[in-house]
């Protein structure tokens, strides 16, 4: 192979094509300078630091024994064992697309499952509405409604601008555009609609549907603030984060009989598999109700 170095595009990211002489080293360094974050640089070193020391093995001679001796010794919460895992699988990825080892024994090695919580962060409709109305500030108030009504990640909701915001038959929609590089247009209620046009006040197309004080968008941190503050004043206990109102609208969609393609598709999701996991959460149903007790 020659020795220079090609860039390849891969899954909208861009991996190089690593020289002949590339040493673990160097394929450690490429593998962390495409992750976009000094705290994520910092960890993914760390994990691969405390990988090498236990294996002491070059790259291109582990195998996936070696691999499943690792994972399995591994100590901490499940979150943490599966973000470690994860990250040391990347590393095998990268290896394997930029041709530094031919096969990729990490490819088997499974994460350890973590307690699925879900059904503790999904609120009850008459929870998400008390927030919105017990939320008298103008801009607060869309915030919320939009938030709950596109379905939208926080990032999402956050980078909308006016001209993001398009009529749509006898209402409008929003268009999203957030994670993996994907965009998808969410159709809204009437009173959503409406509420977002009262709200407006001739903002040109654009200025960030939510601005903060100073002008810009409002920033991920100030949306959790204000939804914890909301979720306060409606006497909601536990850490209420604007993530919930996501898997509210999933939950709420499905009650009401929405079709779980729609669901899914509204949500950004990748599978029907993702989704469905709002059915697993509340179940309608259970064998527990046929007992006597």
Not at 97 to 123: E, S
Not at 258 to 268: K, M, Q
Request: a positive charge; one cysteine or more.
């Amino acid at each position: 192979m020659a020795n220079e170095l090609v860039t390849v595009a891969r899954n909208a990211g861009e991996y190089t094509l690593v020289a002949a002489d590339t040493t673990d080293a160097k394929l450690v360094a490429l593998w962390i300078g495409s992750k976009k974050s000094a705290k994520t640089h910092r960890l993914y070193q760390a994990f691969y630091e405390a990988f090498a020391a236990f294996v002491q093995k070059p790259l291109q001679a582990i195998t996936y024994n070696d691999l499943q001796s690792w994972a399995e010794q591994l100590t901490g919460s499940v979150n943490t064992k599966r973000v470690t895992v994860y990250a040391i699988k990347s590393l095998f990825t990268f290896a394997h697309t930029t041709g530094y080892i031919r096969m990729n024994p990490a490819i088997v090695i499974k994460p350890p499952d973590a307690k699925n919580t879900l059904a503790q962060r999904i609120l009850s409709e008459d929870q998400v509405l008390a927030m919105i109305h017990k939320t008298s500030k103008q801009r607060d108030n869309v915030l919320l409604r939009v938030l709950y009504a596109s379905a939208g990640r926080i990032s999402e909701v956050c980078g909308l601008t006016w001209g993001d915001v398009q009529p749509n038959g006898d209402t409008g929609q929003v268009t999203l555009f957030g994670k993996g590089g994907k965009t998808h247009a969410v159709k809204l209620s009437k009173a959503t609609w409406q509420a977002l046009q009262d709200y407006r006040q001739g903002a040109p197309d654009a200025a960030p549907v939510f601005k903060s004080q100073k002008g810009g968008s409002l920033t991920a941190v100030q949306v959790h603030r204000l939804v914890k503050q909301a979720a306060q004043r409606a006497g909601i206990p536990g850490n209420v984060s604007a993530h919930w109102l996501r898997h509210s609208h999933a939950s709420h969609a499905l009650d009401r009989g929405a079709n779980i393609a729609l669901v899914r598709d509204t949500l950004g999701h990748s599978s029907l598999e993702v989704t469905s996991r709002y059915t697993h959460a509340k179940p309608n149903e259970s064998s527990a109700l046929y007992l006597a007790v």
